[in-house]
């Protein structure tokens, strides 16, 4: 079987829908199987939809998790607006989307292909990707305001996840709920014999050791959102995951870890990706797992 893994393919572009186009007929070329979508395709609903069925058109089996942007609600303070809820935009509309689309919601449930199971959750961000001399200068408001330097991470303004009071959860909460919705999902697939191998999708980064590091600010600052530790827990505790893919970071990049096989190959954002042909985008921003 093969599968072709894309992330942050950001639709809102342009450019970036006419490279998908291309990356979907490379694809089709290659006679993948399966399409994985590690999140980030854009806020905008019929843009996930369309996204999704171009891909389908390429190969029989698209599935897809959110990422933070496809989360976000398109108004000014999402908090503020008690009638918005990130979680049910995360379980029941964005699954509407996916499914509307003929793919696979790999948040409501992991895809046992035979052997193969994908396994996924969009993951969230506890901090604790920030480098520790870091953390130990901020509090823990400072994180949840997500602003540096005048310079503010938009799902501050964008996403609203609540509890079941309806009040704000706070991010490591968030982070502990996707971890335990991924843990459960793997000790699913722990638990079916007919199972053999696993690969684990995160939007977000699931280990410290795959984190672009500058060690300078703002840049580190903004670290403390690219994923959870716990995340890489969860993968790590199960027996049969072989592959890791993560989204988010729009930096490309292949990691061992332990003994799994951690990448990314975000394709990002138009200006990331100048100087680069047609070409090297095609060669770069697609990852592949034969299995
Ligand atoms: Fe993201």
Redesign the pocket.
């Known amino acids: 079987m093969l599968i072709a893994s894309l992330s942050?393919i950001h639709t809102d572009f342009e450019e970036n829908r006419d490279v998908v186009v291309k990356l979907a007929a490379h694809i089709h070329r290659e006679k993948a199987d399966v399409v994985i979508v590690a999140?980030?395709v854009s806020h905008k609903n019929d843009r996930i939809n369309r996204a999704l069925r171009a891909l389908k058109e390429a190969v029989k089996i698209v599935a897809y998790i959110p990422?933070?942007?496809d989360l976000w609600f398109d108004v000014p303070y999402a908090a503020e607006r008690p009638d918005l809820d990130t979680w049910r935009r995360y379980h029941v509309e964005l699954k509407e989307v996916c499914e509307a689309a003929g793919a696979h919601y790999l948040p409501a449930s992991p895809l046992v292909l035979g052997e193969l199971a994908i396994v996924g959750s969009c993951g969230w961000y506890d901090y604790s990707l920030a480098p520790e001399w870091l953390r130990a200068s901020l509090t823990p408001e400072t994180l949840q305001a997500k602003q540096y330097g005048g310079v503010m991470w938009s799902d501050a303004r964008f996403i609203a996840f609540r509890d079941a009071a309806g009040n704000i959860m706070r991010d490591p909460e968030v982070a502990r709920r996707m971890e335990a919705e991924l843990r459960e999902h793997l000790a699913r697939m722990d638990a079916d014999e007919s199972v053999k191998r696993v690969v684990a999708v995160t939007?977000h980064q699931p280990f410290y050791e795959v984190v672009e590091r500058t060690g300078t600010l703002p840049w580190e600052f903004f670290n403390a959102f690219m994923g959870s530790t716990g995340l890489g827990e969860a993968i790590q505790s199960a027996a049969k995951v072989t592959t890791a893919i993560y989204?988010?970071t729009h930096v490309v990049r292949e990691h061992q870890v332990g003994n799994l096989r951690v990448y990314g190959t975000p394709l990002g954002y138009p200006r990331e990706r100048k100087g680069l042909s047609l070409e090297e985008i095609v060669a770069s921003r697609i990852g592949w797992i034969r299995a």
């Open positions: 942050d999140g980030d990422g933070n942007h939007h989204g988010h």
